[in-house]
């Protein structure tokens, strides 16, 4: 079954760091390029940061641009998030999806995606 599942969310204080990790199952994640969205209570899906298939480049949204990092270990099929200095702003729901082309992760275009993880929740609050 062909599936990406994340991990990593929690509840953290203000200016805390969580690492959030996206897995792949069922297929080979080496072969995509990664985003990870979020989407908060009330708003739209927003795409946060995406990296190449072999790690080569990345984007970031300007809202986080300085404070998240995107990596991956293609040998574990995983792409990580590091997220520090966070905000309550960041609260939301994260996912990771996978697209083929390179183009539609550093654009952001949900439609564009192949597959899609269900999400963790972050929650930042004192």
């Known amino acids: 079954q062909l599936q990406l599942v994340e991990s990593g969310g929690g509840l953290v204080q203000p200016g805390g760091s969580l690492r959030l990790s996206c897995a792949a199952t069922?297929?080979?994640?080496?072969?995509?390029?990664i985003s990870w969205f979020r989407q908060a209570p009330g708003k739209e899906r927003e795409g946060v940061s995406c990296?190449?298939?072999?790690?080569?480049?990345?984007n970031y949204a300007d809202s986080v641009k300085g404070r998240f990092t995107i990596s991956r270990d293609n040998a574990k099929n995983t792409v990580y998030l590091q997220m520090n200095s966070l905000k309550p702003e960041d609260i939301a729901v994260y996912y990771c999806?996978?697209?083929?082309?390179?183009?539609?992760?550093?654009?952001?275009?949900?439609?564009?995606?192949?597959?899609w993880g269900k999400g963790t929740l972050v929650t930042v609050s004192s």
């Open positions: 990296i190449s298939s072999r790690g080569s480049s990345t």
């Open positions: 999806a996978a697209a083929r082309n390179y183009y539609y992760c550093s654009t952001f275009v949900p439609m564009a995606m192949n597959y």
């Open positions: 069922g297929f080979t994640l080496g072969n995509y390029a």
